[in-house]
């Protein structure tokens, strides 16, 4: 019994360790999802493009933290791509996002030259790192690695969705016809909404390559599919009735949660290609709760109302 909670524990901190790299893609999906309300499919292909470009870069001598920077401008225009498709040539978003991302598949292939790039023996942030603090396991590393972008990305977005422009992105969602009333291009705070997302949508993947040792045209295949459940199972149980900043780490928290669920369930005896089945399980489910809880919510009273008859 105590082998299995060693290797238990020794699989959360994995878990958590690489969740706090996806979490900076659950942030990116938060931009879409939640404040501009965009069905946005292109990060399945601009994760995959943002570990292509580092994987790349970092190969041919290029510093790991330099290749982050071009990683995440190259997420930039996936996202702006998206944007001109949706807004100039007027393709429902849902559509643009899904050619964005079956055209990252070949862009991606073009710019790897190959399906895969490995990293073996070259550079990356987390060996230059471990040769720093080399008495710190490589989990530890990662784990404070991705916090420091992640709390760097938090009070950057929460600067950002402070200004006028970024409340102008905000309120492009809530009501878009107030917004173009007010003179504010909505085609405009859209595309800017896209190209910051998926930036960061990058920039995971580029941390994520670096961690893991190579770049993969796969590597983004299901993406989404993990934001959309960090930012729900974040929301559901910490809620969404606080500050920005405060849903912002609840995105955070609800990408290592994701990651903790899943790693259990793994060393429980679930298959590994059973994934995507309980990963749509947990996505109605947590969309389920606040339903459930409103319908129970609004019942209550009009059982005490037919007590009191």
């Known amino acids: ?25 659950t942030l990116g999906v938060y931009i879409t999802f939640k404040v501009l309300d965009f069905p946005d499919l292109t990060v399945d292909g601009s994760f995959a493009t943002g570990g292509a470009v580092s994987a790349v870069l970092v190969t041919q001598g290029v510093d790991p933290l330099l290749s982050l920077l ?32 079956i055209a990252l598949y070949s862009v991606n292939i ?43 990305v938090i009070l950057l977005l929460y600067w950002f969705f402070g200004t006028e422009i970024g409340c102008a992105v905000r309120a492009t969602c809530n009501n878009e016809y107030m917004v173009r009333a007010l003179g504010v291009n909505t085609n405009y705070t859209k595309i800017l909404g896209l190209v910051l997302s ?16 190579y770049g993969d045209v796969q590597m983004g295949t299901g993406t989404i599919m993990v ?23 609840s995105a955070v928290v609800g990408s290592v949660i994701y990651r903790v669920i899943i790693a259990i369930v793994l060393q429980m005896g679930l298959q590994s290609t059973d994934l995507k089945l309980l990963t749509a399980a947990m996505v109605a489910v947590a969309l389920a709760i606040p339903v459930v809880r409103k319908r129970m919510l609004k019942k209550a009273p009009e059982e005490e109302q037919e007590d009191a008859e």
């Open 1 to 25: 019994m105590s082998l299995f909670f060693q290797s238990l524990l020794g699989a959360t901190e994995g878990a958590v360790a690489q969740s706090i790299l996806w979490s900076i893609m």
């Open 70 to 101: 071009i990683a995440l401008l190259a997420g930039m225009a996936c996202g702006y791509v998206t944007g001109f498709l949706h807004t100039r040539l007027e393709i429902p978003g849902i559509l643009a996002g899904i050619l964005t991302m």
């Open 110 to 152: 073009r710019i790897m030259g190959q399906s895969n790039t490995s990293l073996l023996g070259v550079s990356t942030i987390f060996t230059v790192l471990s040769g720093m603090f080399a008495g710190m396991s490589m989990n530890l590393l990662t784990i404070l690695v991705g916090s420091v972008f992640a709390a760097a």
């Open 198 to 213: 998926n930036g960061l949508v990058a920039l995971s993947g580029a941390l994520v390559a670096q961690n893991q040792g």
């Open 227 to 249: 934001g959309l459940a960090s930012v729900i199972i974040g929301e559901v149980l910490m809620g969404s009735r606080f500050s920005f900043a405060y849903k912002l780490i």
